[in-house]
């Protein structure tokens, strides 16, 4: 079987977006570890550049998210986590932004992940499906963002 043959192969397992996601993962551990202290680049120059790349409408979701992040939610360090935006107190990612563009999907997503302090009940959102954000959206993220990272 030829290489061209080989990379057209569909694959039950992962989707190509998927495997480019793990591979952007595998990139950010091994910059983590192999630069020295001094040398590290800047998690949040990352993170915005990464933004600056979006198509226009993930770009300015993305944009809006993160100064509510930094606005709401300032002792969170920003970190490129599978190649989006996130969030993280003490190296552990608190919530991140997905673009819509990320895995071919119809809308861009905000996540929530276990050190959210978000619990409310026996049941409560670890997600929800942007599309565009209002004043009111703007304002209940932001309420959001200050109870996961408390």
Do not use: C
């Amino acid at each position: 079987m030829s290489e061209t043959q080989k990379s057209d192969e569909k694959y039950d397992g992962f989707t190509a977006e998927e495997r480019d996601a793990m591979k952007e993962r595998a990139k950010e551990l091994k910059s983590s570890t192999r630069r020295p202290r001094a040398a590290k680049a800047d998690p949040e120059t990352e993170v915005l550049a990464k933004i600056a790349e979006m198509p226009d409408e993930d770009r300015v979701l993305a944009e809006r998210i993160h100064a509510i992040a930094k606005e709401s939610a300032p002792d969170l360090t920003p970190k490129l986590w599978y190649g989006m935006p996130a969030y993280a107190k003490a190296g552990k990612v608190v919530f991140f932004f997905q673009s819509a563009a990320k895995f071919k999907a119809r809308y861009a997503t905000l996540g929530f992940n276990d050190p959210a302090n978000l619990d409310e009940g026996t049941m409560w959102p670890t997600a929800f499906a942007l599309t565009k954000l209002t004043a009111s959206d703007e304002a209940l993220i932001g309420e959001l963002f200050k109870r996961a990272a408390s």
